[in-house]
């Protein structure tokens, strides 16, 4: 039983520890960031949120465990698959999902909404990490490139776009990186990134046009986006109270928390910041903890980015395909992070993307731990290595 265990939790110790802290960071936060939420939901229930919300995270956290104890090469076609899968699933919610935030982000499976995106994110990054490591030499030509990297990037990023721009932008910003990583020649890259962003812009541009025609544009996606900015780039003193009231609440929230915190639990903003448990749940953590807090929850995943980059460092060339899940696995994950504290501190116009193993919700969740147990499959396969090396040097010598 103990080979049992210990064989479970192989791989890069750091890695597990990390994802521990930020388990019991989710659900110190959670709990007392949702109390306005239990009040609203279940009559004041806080106990029952933090329930759910920890039997969600524990789920995760099995879901990370199952994965990193799958052979990470066996994603190489899991992945692939799921990518293609994805593609309909998307469309289908882009069309006939339910609405989440105004948007339709989610279908309805049994009585429980399932986020495509979130399965789209890992299965692209794992597609494009097969292709640019076990089938790289296949991609002599634009025509090779643009059917086997550029088609599924733009189906799988523009079927998410319309309804989910944050995510899509960093999905494609990921997939960029992965390019550049992995070699792909630069003329490639940049004829891509030409082509997405002229389609872009003409996608927002008509999508103003028609939205200015309609009188209903309040509702609209594209108007919602270009408002963000707008009120990013413009003086506070020039924008309505109305309009901007997330963002003030948020820095009122993060300057009462000064260097350590009002202790946990005392958050006076929880009660009027809108979706604290989630979107804005780091001002909470500032408020709360402090700025002492709010480094400590950016240092981990500081770290986890970092001990991805030393799994690629150690990887070798029968190796690449680990280390290039590894890497857009984990850059996928921090980047989402950075712009979750971006938005919490004003750095960022503000968007949906929730915290990490940190932030309430449930299919997210549930992919972060896919995602994070991949990674952890990578290095359990370089712990491997190094403990085989010293034997077959000593076979070697013997011989």
Not at 69 to 74: D, G, S
Not at 80 to 100: D, E, K, M, R
Not at 338 to 349: E, H, K, Q, S, T
Request: proline share 3%; glycine share 8%.
């Amino acid at each position: 039983m103990k080979e049992k265990i210990r064989n479970i939790v192989r791989g890069d110790k750091v890695i597990w520890v990390m994802v521990i802290f930020l388990m019991l960071i989710s659900m110190l936060a959670v709990y007392s960031a949702s109390e306005s939420y239990a009040n609203n939901r279940y009559h004041g229930s806080n106990a029952f949120v933090l329930l759910k919300h920890s039997m969600l995270l524990v789920v995760g956290f099995i879901f990370m465990i199952g994965a990193s104890c799958i052979n990470y090469r066996r994603y190489s076609w899991i992945l692939t698959l799921l990518c293609w899968i994805s593609i309909p699933l998307l469309a289908y919610t882009l069309f006939f999902g339910q609405n989440l935030n105004h948007a339709s982000r989610v279908i309805g499976i049994g009585g429980l909404t399932f986020q495509t995106s979130d399965l789209a994110k890992i299965a692209l990054v794992g597609y494009l990490a097969k292709v640019l490591a076990v089938d790289y030499d296949a991609l002599n030509s634009f025509k090779n490139v643009a059917l086997r990297v550029m088609l599924p990037v733009t189906l799988v990023v523009g079927l998410i776009f319309p309804e989910n721009f944050s995510t899509a932008a960093m999905l494609f910003a990921v997939c960029i990186v992965m390019m550049f990583i992995g070699r792909l020649d630069m003329k490639y890259i940049w004829s891509f990134l030409g082509i997405v962003l002229v389609a872009g812009s003409l996608f927002i541009s008509i999508g103003l046009l028609i939205s200015r025609a309609n009188p209903d544009a309040s509702d609209n996606r594209i108007v919602t986006w270009v408002n963000r900015i707008e009120r990013f780039f413009t003086d506070e003193e020039e924008i309505d109270s109305d309009a901007n009231f997330q963002v003030k609440q948020a820095e009122i929230a993060i300057a009462g928390g000064g260097i350590v915190g009002k202790l946990p639990g005392k958050s006076t903003q929880r009660n009027v910041l809108p979706h604290p448990y989630s979107d804005f749940i780091y001002a909470i953590i500032i408020e709360e903890y402090g700025l002492v807090g709010g480094i400590v929850v950016l240092m981990i995943y500081l770290i986890l980015l970092y001990r991805a980059m030393r799994v690629v460092k150690m990887s070798s060339s029968s190796r690449l395909f680990g280390a290039m899940l590894t890497m857009g696995l984990a850059f996928s994950l921090v980047m989402q992070a950075m712009i979750n504290m971006g938005v919490a501190v004003g750095l960022l116009p503000v968007t949906g993307q929730p915290l990490p193993f940190v932030s309430m919700g449930g299919t997210s969740l549930l992919f972060t731990g896919v995602a994070l147990g991949i990674i952890i499959s990578v290095t359990k396969d370089i712990d491997k290595q190094d403990e085989r090396g010293p034997e077959i040097e000593v076979a070697e010598a013997d011989s």
